[in-house]
């Protein structure tokens, strides 16, 4: 898996990566309106059982997404994607607050644009 797209969390003791995809970006814009409005739902939820609820979705979300690009590269033995009660009950809520910052790493690194500029000599200042 490519580290520059990736975060990697513990759940249970084992290792998931965290990883935006099209289809996760596709699923987030469907819930939420976009990636720009996740940080926003995710701070105003109405309350502690929403916000969890949806801290759920997404890790369970992104870390199905590494999981779904092994099945498609090793169709004779796919693994299980992981379930939102299964994070649910492997985890703590301290767990879900330290893995914040693994989510955000994910988001930003699968969002992340490389942008090369040209050498143009139509914008060059004369000297």
């Given at each position: 898996?490519?580290?520059?797209r990736?975060?990697s969390i513990s759940?249970?003791g084992d290792?998931?990566v ?12 469907g819930?939420y309106?976009?990636?720009?409005n996740?940080?926003d739902?995710?701070m105003?939820?109405?309350?502690v059982?929403?916000a969890?609820s ?5 890790i ?17 033995a796919?693994?299980e ?9 492997l ?5 879900l607050?330290e893995?914040k910052?693994?989510?955000?790493n ?11 500029s040209?050498?143009?000599?139509k ?5």
């Amino acid at each position: 898996m490519d580290n520059e797209r990736t975060a990697s969390i513990s759940i249970g003791g084992d290792e998931y990566v965290l990883l935006l995809t099209t289809k996760a970006t596709k699923e987030i814009a469907g819930r939420y309106g976009g990636l720009e409005n996740l940080g926003d739902k995710l701070m105003k939820s109405e309350n502690v059982e929403m916000a969890l609820s949806e801290i759920v979705w997404l890790i369970t979300l992104l870390a199905n997404q590494s999981t779904l690009v092994y099945n498609i590269k090793h169709k004779d033995a796919p693994k299980e994607l992981l379930t939102e009660d299964e994070v649910e009950i492997l985890t703590s809520p301290i767990d879900l607050a330290e893995y914040k910052e693994a989510i955000m790493n994910a988001l930003y690194k699968g969002a992340k644009r490389n942008v090369l500029s040209e050498e143009s000599q139509k914008n060059a200042v004369a000297p």
